[in-house]
Each structure stands twice: as structure tokens, then as C-alpha cells.
């Protein structure tokens, strides 16, 4: 027998060999990691590749509750912070603090907050101004609608009017725009008017109309000063000045229709 003949003998061939194992540094990616969901966009689902470019957009994803997840992730902090920046009304600096992560929480809770305020501070001064006007004991109730009416026109306010503005500038060509940074703004400007309306219970009249046009004035003046910031290369003062007297035409509506 030769001895050489075992060294030409592959290790493969003898029984219960286990093949060498190749391994792969290449990783697989997984699904998603190379798209990212944007809570700037809308509607929620839009994904980003990594030039900020959209790579997918799907309206089925509005029908899905956990679309809506990155429009509610903020805090207390940041939430109060941008209830600070939309008093400031001058600054006109709000896109850049909600640029990264525009919410919708802030907005919903505001409006929701506005809603309740307004139905309640409303039927308390019409109870204060009935009394005021008359000395007899009137049977005084209270009105439910305020609240009908109340949701109504601020959930209307805060969905409707951001809506037209973004169609505006999207036929204009200010491709900036966002509609969910719209909502944002838009739902964060109606925070003055919250503690205003505990003022307006105030039975004078002189009063109450001096507050809700300090309201409305700051009100709009804080929508117009940041929409500048899409019309700064574009002749578009029509629609800041609109967006102004909108804004300033809620602050009547509520003074007449709650507290007139």
C-alpha cells in the first residue's frame, strides 16, 4: 500500500464531511430600511429615499391608524414650545421649528380644547349678560348647540382653509408648500383665542371686543408672517393678506356668534 494515496483523497469525499461554510458580508436589507415614512408629507405612508426624494405614495395609507403615528410624536416640551412660537406672532420663524417634524397632536388638542371653551364660556356669558339686562328671574338654560356650532366651524376652520391655501400654492408653483405643515400652523394659531375666551364672559361689551381684535390681529398676523416665507420669491401678498383677514374674520365670527 502506498502512503501517498491517502494525501490525494479530498477532505469532501470521506463520509460525514461537512462542506465549508461561505460566508457573506453583503448584508440583505430589510424591508423598508432603504424608505423612510416622512411626517412632513401627506397622505401619511409617503416614503423618502435618501435624497429626500419621494419614492412611494399610497392614499390607501390614510385609512390606516398607524399612518398617523409620526404626526403625533411629539412631547410636552416641544408642544408647549410651539404654542410659545404661535404667541410670538412677529417672528414668523414657525416653519423652521416644525420643519423636521411638523405634529398634528398640537392641533387636535388645541381645536378639541377651543371647542369646549367656546360652548362654555359662551353659555356662562349670555347667563351673565341675561342677568345684567334684566332684574327678573328668567329661566335660563343652557344651550347645547354652542357646541354643535363650535365644532362645526373650528374643525371646518382648521381642515378647510389649510387645505385651499396648499392648492393655491401648489397651482402657483410654490412646490415648498406642505400640507401638513399647513394644518400645523393653522391648528397652533387658534391657541390665543382658548384664553381669550374666558375674558369674553367679561359682560362689556367695550371689553370683549377689545379682546377678540387683539386676538385676531395676533392671530393672523402670526399665519401671514410665516407665509411669507412661500411667498418671499413670488408676488403672492394677495394670499398673505387673505390668510390675514380670514384669520381676523374668525375672531368676529366667535365674538357674534358666542358672545354677542
Known amino acids: 500500500m502506498e502512503g501517498g494515496g491517502y494525501g490525494a483523497l479530498s477532505s469532501n469525499q470521506f463520509l460525514g464531511s461537512v462542506p465549508a461554510v461561505v460566508i ?20 401619511p405612508g409617503t416614503s423618502y429615499d435618501g435624497a429626500d426624494r419621494p419614492a412611494g405614495n399610497s392614499w390607501a395609507a390614510v385609512f390606516s391608524v398607524s399612518s398617523y403615528t409620526p404626526y403625533f410624536n411629539v412631547d410636552t ?7 410659545i412660537s404661535s404667541i410670538n406672532s412677529f417672528r414668523g420663524d414657525f416653519f423652521g421649528k416644525i420643519d423636521a417634524n ?19 364660556a ?13 332684574s327678573t328671574d328668567l329661566a335660563w338654560k343652557f344651550d347645547v348647540s354652542y357646541f354643535n356650532l363650535a ?7 382648521t381642515v378647510v382653509i389649510p387645505t385651499g391655501f396648499y392648492f393655491l400654492f401648489q397651482y402657483f408653483g410654490v412646490a415648498a408648500a406642505s400640507l401638513v405643515r399647513l394644518w400645523c400652523m393653522w391648528g397652533y394659531s387658534l391657541f390665543i383665542f382658548i384664553p381669550c375666551s374666558l375674558l369674553m364672559v367679561i359682560p362689556v361689551t367695550m371689553i370683549r371686543w377689545l379682546v377678540i381684535i387683539v386676538a385676531g390681529a395676533s392671530s393672523g398676523t402670526f399665519i401671514a408672517m ?8 413670488r408676488d403672492l401678498i394677495v394670499m398673505v393678506a387673505s390668510a390675514f383677514l380670514l384669520q381676523f374674520a374668525l375672531a368676529l365670527f366667535i365674538e357674534i356668534y358666542f358672545f354677542g
Open 102 to 120: 411638523p405634529d398634528l397632536y398640537g392641533p387636535v388638542w388645541i381645536s378639541t380644547t377651543l371647542i369646549f371653551m367656546l360652548a362654555f
Open 77 to 83: 416640551d416641544i408642544v408647549a414650545d410651539r404654542i
Open 226 to 233: 410665516n407665509l411669507k416665507t412661500y411667498t418671499e420669491e
Open 24 to 43: 457573506n458580508d453583503e448584508k440583505t436589507p430589510l424591508t423598508g430600511e432603504s424608505s423612510r415614512a416622512d411626517p412632513r408629507t401627506f397622505p
Open 122 to 134: 359662551g353659555n356662562i356669558a349670555s347667563y351673565l349678560i341675561q342677568n345684567k339686562k334684566t
Open 151 to 157: 365644532a362645526f366651524v373650528i374643525y371646518g376652520y
